[in-house]
């Protein structure tokens, strides 16, 4: 997935030397959603840009502060995909809470952005993130491991991006206005989980849209060998841009090409079953990280059972 992301914006560092030729007009966001990776930043990103006070960037995942993707670009190509005019710009870029693979990734933010910037997190149970994210991986031929392998390390990023608030100590450092969404509450109780979104932002709570019926990502294709040849085909050199601009096509459009890949009024895929050790060990592993998310939220989210 990272390479992935390097390549998306090897265009990106093309048109960022030819900007530094010319003034961008633009503005810092206030507002970033720092993930977490399959947990349904998609879903939030598109629902978030559907209200008038607020203005999302395309591409959705602007990777500007990990250093070892699109920091070198600067701030001035970071500010150039947001609306000065819009109250409220935001991003979603899940690889903000990817560490220990990417380091300083909220120093930066809080340098660049100050503390005033409001963060969501998007979060879920962490062994079905884990499935999700492995299932992932093999349907895009990212990872032949048999399951239990894939999963069982503790060091393995399928467990790290699952210890959520082991990827959230380095902003409770810097940032006092951080708001936790579990996809179940956006899955489940779509209409109030918005509602509280939008309030977090201070934008008008009631506003609705006939298009937050709609999920994105998600689906049985993603599984299945449609989804692994799609995959595949937009990595080859000539349809790299069709992978790279898909953001920026308008919302109908996009929604065509979402229901050819990942084809969502089909439901979700089966999980595999854990092997009830692997399934036990997990639970454990991740109990006492999941209890202190629930004591920064404020609720229980009902996950490990």
């Known amino acids: 997935m990272v390479a992935r992301a390097h390549d998306r914006f090897a265009a990106e560092r093309r048109r960022a030397r030819r900007a ?4 961008i ?28 006070e607020i203005a999302m960037s395309r591409p959705k995942e602007l990777n500007f502060f990990v250093a070892e993707l699109n920091w070198p670009l600067g701030r001035e190509w970071y500010a150039g995909h947001f609306d000065p005019k819009a109250p409220v710009r935001g991003e979603s870029s899940p690889h903000y809470t990817n560490r220990p693979a990417f380091a300083g990734v909220a120093d930066r933010m809080r ?6 910037v409001r963060l969501i997190y998007v979060v879920r149970d962490p062994i079905d993130r884990m499935l999700s994210h492995y299932l992932h991986n093999v349907g895009g ?4 491991r048999p399951l239990a392998e894939a999963l069982a390390d503790p060091e393995s990023s399928y467990v790290t991006r699952s210890r959520y608030f082991f990827q959230l ?28 979104a939008f309030a977090f932002l201070d934008v008008d709570p009631d506003f609705t849209s006939e298009e937050f019926d709609r999920e994105w990502e998600t689906g049985a294709a993603k599984t299945g060998s449609r989804f692994r040849i799609l995959d595949r085909a937009v990595r080859l050199p000539g349809l790299r841009g069709v992978d790279r601009n898909f953001d920026r096509l308008p919302e109908s459009l996009r929604w065509v090409v979402e229901r050819l890949i990942h084809d969502p009024a089909g439901g979700e895929a089966p999980k595999p079953a854990l092997p009830e050790s692997l399934r ?18 404020g609720r229980r989210f009902g996950w490990l059972t």
């Open 20 to 23: 530094r030729r010319r003034r």
């Open 25 to 52: 007009e633009g503005a810092l966001p206030n507002l970033i959603i720092i993930g977490g990776l399959k947990c349904g930043t998609t879903s939030l990103h598109h629902y978030l840009s559907l209200h008038p």
């Open 111 to 116: 340098d660049v952005l100050g503390d005033a």
């Open 141 to 144: 031929g990212y990872d032949d």
């Open 169 to 196: 100590e380095s902003y409770l450092e810097s940032f006092e206005r951080i708001e936790i969404v579990s996809r179940e509450e956006l899955k489940r109780a779509r209409p109030a989980t918005m509602r509280r």
């Open 280 to 297: 036990e060990y997990l639970i454990d592993l991740f109990s006492e990280d999941v209890a202190r998310l629930e004591g920064f939220a």
